[in-house]
């Protein structure tokens, strides 16, 4: 007996790769003389490398930057491991083992890093120097130790830390890392991510590392006529319910009806990415009509007001307002959160 088709989905996530494309190469013009690479870890912040890698390489970026060893193989499906850059480095014997047999670049980030890569042979890395941010990199007094002038240093990075900001440190952290460029050999320099991008040409150097923005984030002002909404999110009615005034919605009850009123429950909830911090602000939309939220967010469902939508039903499908700068000053949560927190049910 042939298995029956798994049902269709009741809550999707469509990503508009038209959309991912015109943002890259939007970001790669605004880099002036520089080439834009593409930050596509933590699986291309939550939209799926199996749906952006393809965009992105056809678009034209080929370099390719993610956090963890973990993440190299779904990247290599779609582009050569040579333009894979790897930020957090090798940290143990076993990743250097690895690094050197699929061909992925590492960012050397410590002495120590540094040591365990030449003792294994060394070859061409990334390597990440601090100007002030004080996470990942060798500091500035490091760069002369023995173990980091033999290294074949491809390009030569650091990261800004307030480059959304208009803060004098931008202009503190440029200055360090020119400081830097000829106290190590290197072939190309990188400092700028999406915001930095915004910063000017000074700022770009050869290589950008967009991240956000390609994914429909806008961290600075000066992005916001460059880049389109990426993520679009939609889940169906899966029951109506008609309340009376007293009745109560939702866990600890946080919500009365003062009146009678019919409410729907979607099927979308914190497992999801849609977060707790969106009850009481936040609201559902069919077409140009606003369905708020009523009482709190559940783990796989949410209850909204269909006073402006009377004629929806169950199976039918709301959309979730996601222009991330829009939806990050409703919810609180930061563009980056918003994206990141996407639940793996939602992919097709």
């Not at 042979?121 to 033999?150: F, I, K, P, Y």
Request: glycine letters at 8%.
């Amino acid at each position: 007996m042939k298995s029956p088709a798994e049902p269709a989905p009741t809550h999707r996530l469509r990503v508009d790769t038209e959309a991912l494309a015109h943002n890259w190469l939007a970001l790669d013009g605004l880099s002036r003389s520089a080439r834009a690479g593409a930050a596509v870890k933590a699986d291309c912040y939550g939209l799926g490398v199996d749906t952006c890698l393809p965009v992105l390489r056809d678009a034209g970026c080929h370099q390719f930057f993610v956090a963890h060893w973990s993440e190299v193989d779904a990247v290599a499906r779609y582009v050569p491991t040579d333009q894979i850059a790897v930020l957090h480095g090798p940290m143990r014997g076993g990743e250097v083992d690895y690094a050197r047999a699929c061909g992925a670049v590492p960012v050397i980030n410590s002495l120590r890093q540094a040591e365990l890569w030449s003792d294994a042979g060394g070859g061409l890395c990334h390597l990440m120097v601090d100007t002030g941010m004080n996470r990942l990199g060798v500091s500035a007094a490091e760069l002369s130790d023995a173990r980091v002038q033999v290294l074949e240093v491809d390009m030569l990075m650091s990261h800004l830390a307030c480059a959304d900001e208009d803060s004098a440190m931008n202009a503190q952290q440029l200055s360090e890392f020119r400081e830097a460029i000829d106290r190590v050999e290197h072939r190309r320099l990188s400092l700028a991510n999406s915001a930095g991008i915004a910063l000017g040409s000074d700022y770009a150097f050869d290589v950008t590392r967009p991240g956000l923005s390609l994914y429909g984030g806008v961290p600075r002002p000066e992005l916001h006529q460059h880049i389109r909404q990426v993520a679009f999110l939609e889940a169906a009615i899966i029951q109506c319910r008609e309340l009376n005034p007293g009745d109560r919605v939702g866990y600890n009850a946080t919500f009365t009806a003062t009146q009678p009123m019919r409410i729907g429950i979607v099927t979308l909830g914190y497992a999801d990415g849609f977060l707790r911090s969106w009850a009481g602000v936040g609201a559902l939309v069919h077409g140009s009509k606003l369905l708020p939220l009523l009482g709190r967010v559940s783990m796989d469902m949410v209850a909204v007001d269909l006073a402006a939508a009377p004629s929806l039903g169950e199976g039918d499908w709301v959309q979730v307002p996601y222009d991330l700068p829009v939806a990050a000053q409703q919810s609180t949560l930061s563009q980056y959160e918003l994206l990141t927190v996407l639940g793996n049910r939602l992919r097709p």
